[in-house]
């Protein structure tokens, strides 16, 4: 981790980006924020810390809108993802950290062109769609912190609209992370970091609020998607270049 006030400005300058469009789109802390976190933090803490915060901003986006929550869908989801997390974090807690960078910088590229492309796959639709994209998305969550594609493909097979998607997502985020740190633990953060992490949680929620009235969502979504990709291919170069 990269020492003194610069980690502690960078920390907090991450989760605020990372929250401000996770509040504009409905998605993305996870794509933003991982390859960035891992960078400062090493893989092990910027994934826990990826799934406290994201775990964090699904549960106050839920409670609005838990009422559109679809528990047929979810139900197979989430249960897949339980039994495959324990699996992601035996095998991220097990690689050399180069091996590991390089994983998760190619897991989240991969991800994001699939999103991007907007994918197609008939086993991806119906229960056993939702049981395959629950696996794949807990095994992702807790191994690279990014869970979220493998629901954002299953939701695009499904044919769900982003208002149907934002809140199963965040249900779908929920317990998810909340299994991923059960399965990983906490960061190992000083009390003046998890204030500055807690301060831009809320800092993102006001300035990703504020954007969402004056930002087009298509826009937004693919400047999302494009930041994303580069720090995935950031994280996979320092990862290859390690090795």
Do not use: D
């Not at 915060?53 to 869908?73: F, T």
């Not at 097979?157 to 965040?170: I, L």
């Not at 580069?230 to 390690?242: E, P, R, S, Y």
């Amino acid at each position: 981790m990269t020492s003194g006030g610069t980690a502690e400005l960078l920390l907090s300058g991450i989760v605020l980006i990372g929250a401000s469009v996770q509040w504009l789109t409905g998605m993305g802390f996870a794509l933003i924020a991982v390859p960035a976190l891992v960078l400062v933090l090493g893989p092990a803490e910027g994934v826990v810390l990826a799934n406290c915060a994201a775990g964090a901003i699904s549960l106050v986006g839920l409670a609005g809108g838990w009422r559109q929550v679809r528990p047929a869908s979810m139900v197979p989801l989430v249960v897949a993802a339980a039994c495959t997390v324990p699996a992601g974090s035996w095998v991220a807690a097990r690689l050399p950290e180069p091996v590991l960078l390089a994983g998760m910088g190619a897991l989240v590229s991969g991800a994001v062109l699939l999103v991007m492309r907007g994918v197609r796959v008939p086993a991806l639709r119906g229960p056993g769609g939702a049981v395959a994209a629950g696996a794949v998305g807990g095994f992702m969550n807790s191994s690279a912190g990014v869970g979220g594609p493998a629901v954002s493909l299953y939701a695009v097979n499904a044919g769900w609209t982003v208002r149907e998607f934002v809140p199963n997502a965040q249900f779908y985020g929920v317990v998810v992370n909340a299994f991923s740190v059960a399965a990983n633990g906490v960061p190992q953060l000083s009390s003046p970091l998890w204030l500055l992490v807690a301060a831009g949680l809320a800092a993102g929620a006001l300035i990703g609020r504020a954007l969402a009235e004056r930002v087009p969502e298509k826009r937004a979504r693919l400047l999302v998607l494009l930041l994303a990709l580069g720090g995935g291919i950031t994280t996979l170069a320092k990862g290859v270049w390690a090795l």
